[in-house]
């Protein structure tokens, strides 16, 4: 009751014609945003890793991310989950969508593997969720959205084609970048398939403690702590857990909404996203075959979420 005078009066801050468009534009808005989000990370973590190893940073972000998730849960009192079951989904999830993914991802590029492979290698993810969600879910790809994927991948090789000359002789590290985006795309299709009762707050604490756990495991066989907390590295560090945490909300209320495959087809815009922040960010030239690939892969992202608002 003490709440609603205050909602109401909020309320009347927005103008009526915005609170009118609001329903039309959050569908755009959240996708949006989480592209936004995601790319900036690129460059967030470029800065962490410059001044931590791959792993103590990994273990770091996923422990502030999960004290900041707990905290959240706690305070808006989440249903925590009780079964053990469902328990087990839950951590395995979280494991394949956190830990396995970023682990390989944060290694690799710390030991001199380009990220724009990394971002190649993971724009794969679009297409290998429309074979699996069609298999696992029973969620078929239309023609339209089958063309929409395979443009939207020719558009992210056009961008990164564009900005840097691919070195395939690390052949390890491309195996474990190719890793990790098999662990997130299962790890999101086993969320959908097996956690549709999961509380997204309580459930996503519960998955980052989870890879907190997997992360300080494997800094404390491979690594050692490494970590000068230097005021770059700690922004750094402090951008990357939140967005572990709003992120992977917002990723999955998408994927509860959506056809995975829609879901994931935004994953080809992360990389021209990336591209573009960092030729204003950092003066990394982008020509026009990145600027062509932009406009190629909007439209197949386009083309693949038509049928259906995220």
Not at 88 to 99: R, T
Not at 151 to 174: E, K
Not at 276 to 289: N, P, V
Request: proline share 5%.
């Amino acid at each position: 009751r003490e709440a609603r005078p205050l909602r109401m009066g909020l309320m009347r801050l927005i103008p009526s014609r915005v609170s009118l468009l609001l329903p039309v534009l959050l569908p755009a808005l959240i996708p949006a945003l989480f592209v936004l989000l995601w790319s900036a990370g690129f460059i967030a973590a470029k800065i962490g890793l410059s001044h931590s190893g791959a792993l103590s940073y990994v273990f770091l972000r996923f422990a502030l991310a999960a004290l900041m998730m707990c905290l959240i849960a706690l305070a808006l009192r989440a249903k925590w989950p009780h079964q053990p079951r469902l328990i087990g989904h839950i951590v395995v999830a979280g494991l394949l969508q956190h830990a396995i993914y970023l682990t390989p991802n944060f290694w690799v590029m710390d030991h001199g593997f380009p990220a724009a492979l990394v971002a190649l290698i993971g724009a794969l993810q679009p297409l290998l969720t429309a074979v699996l969600a069609g298999w696992l879910l029973g969620e078929r790809a239309g023609l339209r959205q089958w063309l929409g994927l395979l443009v939207g991948l020719l558009g992210v090789v056009m961008v990164l084609s564009d900005r840097i000359a691919f070195d395939w002789r690390s052949p390890l590290d491309a195996a474990l970048v190719l890793l990790g985006m098999v662990s997130l795309t299962l790890g999101t299709i086993w969320q959908k398939r097996c956690c549709g009762q999961m509380d997204l707050l309580a459930g996503s604490a519960v998955q980052l403690l989870a890879a907190t756990l997997f992360a300080g495991l494997a800094m404390l066989l491979f690594e050692g702590f490494d970590a000068d907390f230097s005021l770059p590295f700690n922004l750094s560090l402090f951008y990357m857990s939140c967005m572990s945490v709003l992120l992977y909300t917002l990723m999955h209320a998408m994927f509860r909404g959506a056809q995975a495959a829609r879901v994931a087809s935004l994953f080809y815009l992360i990389p021209p996203v990336t591209a573009l922040m960092t030729w204003f960010a950092i003066g990394e030239r982008m020509g026009g075959l990145a600027m062509l690939g932009m406009a190629v892969t909007v439209a197949g992202v386009a083309m693949a979420v038509r049928r259906q608002a995220l």
